[in-house]
């Protein structure tokens, strides 16, 4: 399989202010490197403050490495060429915990959803309500919800319309961030059954970041583990969560109790 995106060796420092004149730098990130293949699901595991919302943020180009590079889909993401980063960064979407605080409590299901595709092209209004009914089916999300506002849906539907949000520009690459942490465990499983369908049928390429290890079992081709900055373990999703090297993943693995979901990984 050919990478879809691949990370090499990034690094990120961070200034914390420590009284009036004193800064002190944090190493976040520490040479980060990985890839994933194209219709891949990459889980990525690790405690909190470990950065792993910042390598999301540095893919999605929000930040910037001091060092390293990212190439997706044969393109640098470092580049210093912003129109050729804009225009790869609409391959990618992202879909974080909480959908009550990451998508705006004013608009409408469809403002939210058509929002993406108004930003970035040029449609007319009948193939936007044509194309958010057919984003809503995707995701299993009646049209009669159409004028609903986020505050009006269950976690689990108002976590449908973010990633219906997500899939509105036909991303090669969507990053999950803890998708399913903020939900009741049933509706995990639904909305993480949902993603391995709509990866199934269109070939999506997933980071999959989470504390919780029975995700990475449900869900994961691979999985990496991270600490401090740096990637400490990596490898097929059973073979790390089964036989463990690594000191951290060992913890990590003898932290998490019981498994909440099927043990498949298909
Ligand atoms: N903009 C920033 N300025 C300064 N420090 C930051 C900034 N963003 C993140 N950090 C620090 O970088 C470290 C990594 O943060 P990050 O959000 O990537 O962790 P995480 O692994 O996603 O944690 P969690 O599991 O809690 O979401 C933390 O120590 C955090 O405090
Ligand atoms: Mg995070």
Not at 84 to 108: C, K, M
Request: proline share 3%.
């Amino acid at each position: 399989m050919a990478d879809i995106l691949r990370v090499s060796h990034i690094s990120k420092q961070f200034i914390r202010s420590n009284g009036w004149f004193k800064r002190e730098y944090i190493d976040v990130l520490d040479a980060v490197s990985f890839c994933i293949d194209s219709g891949e699901t990459l889980g990525l595991v690790g405690e909190s403050g470990s950065g792993k919302t910042t390598v999301a943020r540095c893919v999605m180009g929000m930040l910037q490495p001091d060092s390293g590079s990212i190439t997706f889909n044969g393109n640098d993401m470092t580049s210093q060429d912003r129109s050729l980063r804009q225009t790869v960064r609409r391959q990618l979407a992202i879909v974080y915990q909480n959908p009550y605080l990451s998508l705006n409590p004013h608009f409408t299901l469809f403002e939210l959803i058509a929002e993406p595709i108004r930003a970035n092209e040029k449609t007319t209004k009948p193939d936007l309500v044509k194309r958010v009914v057919l984003l809503m089916g995707q995701v299993g999300l009646s049209e009669e919800l159409m004028a609903r506002k986020i505050g009006d849906l269950s976690g689990g539907q108002a976590q449908r319309v973010a990633i219906a949000r997500a899939l509105a520009l036909k991303p090669k690459l969507i990053i999950l961030d803890e998708p399913t942490s903020a939900l009741d465990v049933s509706v995990q499983a639904q909305i993480l059954n949902l993603l391995a369908s709509l990866q199934s049928s269109v070939g999506y390429s997933y980071l999959l970041i989470t504390h919780d290890l029975d995700v990475v079992r449900h869900s994961c081709d691979r999985v990496l583990v991270m600490s401090q900055g740096s990637i400490v373990e990596s490898g097929n999703t059973n073979t790390v969560l089964d036989t463990p090297t690594h000191a951290y993943t060992q913890q990590l693995i003898a932290a998490t109790p019981k498994l909440k979901y099927s043990t498949s990984n298909s």
